[in-house]
């Protein structure tokens, strides 16, 4: 294993003390907690995220006005645990209720339930929001149904701006779970990740070897086969995510996202495939984005995130708005 | 050689296609040309950057309001030709002249000094400020004297505010090599990066083995040895830059620079024990950022960028203003 770190066992807090160190004009740890929070808590409902770590930017790195409230993180790839998760809910709670919005994972799920539950006991009202973007398969390692992964970056950012305006818990759920079923998203993976505690690659692929539908911990995808050109993972990606939505899509928004390991210039080419493509079959791409917002840690690869926009000229505003957050 | 492009030998062309497409609200291509310029350029003297491609999302991600006005992209590892740069500055003058902001390369020396002299022959001032931050080495490999790296960056970040402040060309030049002048950097290297053309690592490192000194071309470094704790090589680096300094500084900006390969994870983990140094030799740090800037593809890596703000606080305003890019 080569990674610059110190102490496998200790990452996630050396991590979390560089990260409000680094940007502690915009965040801040909750005393002895693994929550990173708003410098500035707004008056509004409170969105919290988080998850294993291991995904940065992820989602530390969307914590800011009009993104989330705070962020609470796991060791890597593994749920934060329900005290952590209480603790983000108390310390960003305003009286307008607290949303959790959490990747569909059966450890995080679990975990975020019973927070929400002990949040409720103390008479603060939390809901939960479960992002399932990733269509690339069912009820694989982890997960029970579709796994949550880069989509979710989309969903702080339309929520984060609607919340920063005063909608109220109800409302955010209700356009949060709208948002969540328009969105589509599927990886794929030339190399796994090494978790520091465990020292070795999470899956083993061959030289000349990719594979489709890897989801963000190195859980496995449906098909294996030799690196093709960039062209044409994209129109596997894109006929894939185009078949699964039901109806007519006219306008959508993209997100290319890098795995950790994957170069801008991979990512850019790839993106270039996919406005090519959707172009070919007449849909509007009216809002796009490129970079690394949902890693698994060194993995190279990327995943193609879409959202239908059509009709929806309301979020496209949400996705446009000023921020300020370390990585949106 | 496993990347997601489609041939090797158009990558440039179809990355910056990607770029364009997916930021068109910010940025535009120069007509038939290798050009990335702003949509709207202001009233100001007009600040060009540019070098190989291969250091995404250098320089093109920095072209927007308060940074450059636009960026020239040579192919990768290799210099924009003088024609190219050429394009770049007659499409960005508007009267007030240009500054060219070069990273100390040979090559790129030699051709941005042609166009400047094309230029001049149409009536048009163009400056160089020749960025040479890198003390690993002197007298590299495509380099004499010392190589320009990630501070580059900061260089387009303070001068791109002075120029929208309406500093003239002669003033931006003078505090431009001021800037450069406090500038200190020094990379680390795990894993080489293969250049596509080329389809091989462009060094070897043994699995076990890192060197300190490393160029963002891959360039050798001045030692290679096993693997330390980011501790041990943060002391490394951060003694080598501070010895360097000719008078006592006191205040500092700290830039962590991931090479393309290397999680934030690490990059987060190696900027806090840089900030326990600093703070242990009572050096003030009161500028922060971590991520990837100046890249080498995939290279794995990071490199540590300090520049002096003792008693220079306005840089520290500029350094802090808001910008439109893709990527500060």
Redesign the interface.
């Known amino acids: 294993m080569?990674?610059?770190?110190?102490?496998p066992s200790n990452?996630v807090e050396?991590?979390l003390?560089?990260?409000v160190?680094?940007?502690g004009n915009l965040v801040e740890r909750v005393d002895d907690s693994r929550v990173i929070k708003e410098n500035k808590l707004f008056n509004q409902v409170s969105l919290v995220s988080g998850g294993g770590?291991?995904h940065?930017?992820a989602h530390a790195?969307f914590v800011g006005d009009g993104m989330l409230s705070a962020a609470v993180l796991g060791d890597v790839f593994t749920s934060p645990t329900p005290d952590q998760i209480l603790t983000a809910i108390q310390s960003t709670n305003n009286g307008q209720g607290v949303l959790l919005i959490v990747k569909n994972y059966t450890g995080d799920i679990l975990n975020f339930e019973m927070a929400k539950d002990m949040a409720e006991m103390e008479d603060i009202r939390a809901e939960i929001l479960v992002v399932d973007d990733d269509i690339a398969v069912e009820n694989s390692l982890y997960t029970a149904g579709k796994r949550g992964v880069a989509g979710t970056i989309l969903v702080h950012k339309i929520l984060g701006n609607y919340a920063r305006q005063g909608k109220n818990l109800d409302q955010l759920l209700e356009i949060g779970n709208d948002v969540v079923s328009s969105l589509r998203s599927i990886g794929?993976a030339?190399?796994g990740a090494t978790v520091p505690e465990v020292g070795k690659e999470g899956f083993d692929l061959a030289?000349?070897e990719?594979e489709y539908g890897v989801g963000i911990h190195g859980e496995p995808g449906y098909r294996k086969e030799k690196?093709q050109?960039?062209?044409v993972?994209a129109s596997e990606l894109v006929d894939k995510i185009l078949a699964s939505y039901g109806s007519e899509t006219k306008e959508v928004g993209v997100l290319?996202n890098g795995m950790?390991?994957?170069?801008?210039?991979?990512?850019?080419?790839?993106?270039?495939?996919v406005?090519d493509l959707l172009d070919q079959k007449g849909i509007k791409v009216i809002f796009?984005?490129?970079?690394?917002f949902m890693?698994s840690?060194?993995m190279?690869g990327?995943s193609l995130t879409t959202i239908d926009l059509t009709d929806k000229s309301e979020w496209l505003g949400n996705l446009e708005s000023q921020v300020t957050t370390i990585?949106w």
Chains 1, 2 share one sequence.
């Open positions: 080569k990674k610059i770190i110190n102490d990452v050396e991590m003390s560089g990260i160190r680094s940007y770590s291991g940065e930017p790195g794929i030339l190399k030289d000349d990719i690196l050109p960039s062209k993972l290319v950790g390991g994957t170069p801008l210039m991979e990512q850019f080419i790839f993106m270039n495939d406005l796009t984005k490129v970079g690394n890693t840690i060194e190279q990327l990585s």
